[in-house]
């Protein structure tokens, strides 16, 4: 069975950290471009970070560059989305998803999606 389940989410005071994982079972994150969206309450999904399969390019949204940061463990076989200088509007659900294309728009698709974590920012 094909699986991606995330980890890591939590609650955060504000200018805190937190490291979100997406393990893999069933399938090799090797080979699939790797995708963070979230979705607040009452908001459209957004993504936020993706890195493709083999070169390892990424894609960062406007309003988390510099803050978070893909990676990948090919080894291990997760994902990570290093998340910095936590904002009060970083409060989401958070997923992780793996297809064929790393892009944000919503013309790309995934194959591949988890259930998601919770991110909760607040003071």
């Known amino acids: 069975q094909m699986q991606l389940v995330e980890s890591g989410g939590g609650l955060v005071q504000p200018g805190g950290s937190l490291r979100l994982s997406c393990a893999a079972s069933?399938?090799?994150?090797?080979?699939?471009?790797i995708g963070w969206f979230r979705q607040a309450p009452g908001k459209e999904r957004e993504g936020v970070s993706c890195?493709?399969?083999?070169?390892?390019?990424?894609l960062y949204a406007d309003s988390v560059k510099g803050r978070f940061t893909i990676s990948r463990d090919n080894a291990k076989n997760i994902a990570y989305l290093q998340m910095n200088s936590l904002r009060l509007e970083d409060t989401a659900f958070y997923y992780c998803?793996?297809?064929?294309?790393?892009?944000?728009?919503?013309?790309?698709?995934?194959?591949?999606w988890g259930q998601g974590t919770q991110v909760t920012v607040s003071s």
């Open positions: 998803a793996a297809g064929w294309v790393c892009g944000l728009g919503p013309g790309v698709e995934y194959e591949f």
């Open positions: 069933g399938l090799t994150l090797d080979d699939f471009a």
């Open positions: 890195i493709s399969s083999r070169a390892g390019t990424t």
